[in-house]
């Protein structure tokens, strides 16, 4: 066996190792999906009025109810204006199907804005401290 014979052979032989099989991509995708398995998830909180006509219309504000926190968003054409109440600094995200698509500073009083705004499906996931909150998926 000749130099680029051997050349060849340890480079099929590394392309070969590096292979992940199917099983294990599987393994490691269903692994990765509990990540957040210990942040609370926040409910959508809906009220509607007693009696209120159910007419289609735009969604522009957003409550989501966790147990010891509200997160409130205000949809504007360019952006998610937000609250966190209590008032607590952290960070949040915005995220789709395909990952964090913008991520944004809570300030001391719990403002944060987040764009531009989401086509198709999101969550938000909070961490303020000690707290760790994600959303359930919404679609505006």
């Not at 989501?64 to 054409?77: K, M, N, P, Q």
């Not at 990952?99 to 961490?127: K, S, T």
């Amino acid at each position: 066996m000749n130099d680029q014979e051997l050349i060849a052979a340890i480079a099929a032989a590394r392309r070969e190792a590096a292979e992940v099989p199917e099983r294990i991509r599987e393994i490691g995708r269903a692994a990765f999906a509990w990540r957040t398995v210990d942040a609370e998830l926040a409910a959508l909180a809906t009220e509607a009025p007693a009696g209120a006509r159910a007419e289609p219309a735009a969604v522009r504000a957003l409550t989501f109810a966790a147990r010891d926190l509200t997160i409130e968003v205000e949809i504007t054409d360019d952006a998610l204006h937000g609250q966190v109440v209590p008032p607590r600094a952290g960070e949040i995200e915005l995220r789709d199907r395909t990952g964090v698509v913008a991520v944004a500073r809570v300030d001391e009083v719990g403002w944060f804005v987040l764009g531009p705004v989401p086509r198709g499906m999101f969550r938000l996931h909070l961490r303020a401290g000690d707290a760790v909150v994600v959303t359930e998926w919404i679609t505006i």
